[in-house]
Antibody
């Protein structure tokens, strides 16, 4: 059974960098496509991007170059960094897996609320 | 980006009712669409993939179908545990985009 778990600070100051980690069990981070998704307080879901050990990363252009997703194969984890955050980045952040490039998201983490506030 | 227009945004129904939710894609996406259910405070869970394939463990009352660029999720007989919010997600290309969601409430 594949399981994902988000971790990181729940509060980030405006203009700083949001950093989250997703720990994966039951699957190898060296395979598949590992995604970040966020859900605003209003409820809408937004795909942030993915990383793949063999095929690199791909990000949502809406985030205008502020995002980086990377993998740590030694820990079977992947991470999200979002720079220059504002209150609009306040959301529940989910990590999720897609089996392949063309596949939908099958396994999700439980989600983590990150608030941007001074 | 592909736009996914989901309707209705909410609906009220009774246990045993047949419920239909629709997502329309702004361009052709083949069968590259999934449906998710989300309960308050929980992550979305996949119900349907590739437009009409039932996720393992999901009850057969959930049915996905496609007609051109319009996709439908039908719950044939609504059960108490089905009151939740439902989202569609296309997986045709990147960026992936979701529908706006449909909240199914108890009448």
């Amino acid at each position: 059974q594949v399981q994902l778990q988000e971790s990181g600070p729940g509060l980030v100051k405006p203009s700083e960098t949001l950093s989250l980690t997703c720990s994966v069990s039951g699957a190898s981070i060296s395979s598949h496509f590992w995604n970040w998704i966020r859900q605003s307080p209003g409820g809408g879901l937004e795909w942030i991007g993915y990383t793949s050990y063999s095929q690199g990363s791909n990000y949502n252009p809406s985030l205008m170059g502020r995002v980086n997703i990377s993998t740590d194969t030694s820990k079977n984890q992947f991470s999200l960094q979002l720079t220059s955050v504002t209150a609009a980045d306040t959301a529940v952040y989910y990590c999720a897996r897609a089996r392949g490039y063309f596949d939908s998201l099958d396994y999700w983490g439980q989600g983590m609320l990150v608030s941007v506030s001074s | 980006d592909i736009q996914m227009t989901q309707s209705p945004s909410s609906l009220s129904a009774s246990v045993g009712d047949r419920v239909t939710i629709t997502c329309r894609a702004s361009q052709g996406i083949g069968n590259d669409l999934a449906w998710y259910q989300q309960k308050p405070g929980k992550a979305p869970t996949r119900l349907i993939y590739a437009a009409s394939n039932l996720q393992s463990g999901v009850p057969s009352r959930f049915i996905g179908s496609r007609s051109g660029t319009e996709f439908t999720l039908t719950v044939s007989s609504l059960q108490p545990e089905d009151f939740a919010t439902y989202y569609c997600l296309h997986n045709f290309n990147y960026p992936r985009t979701f529908g706006q969601g449909t909240k199914v409430e108890i009448k």
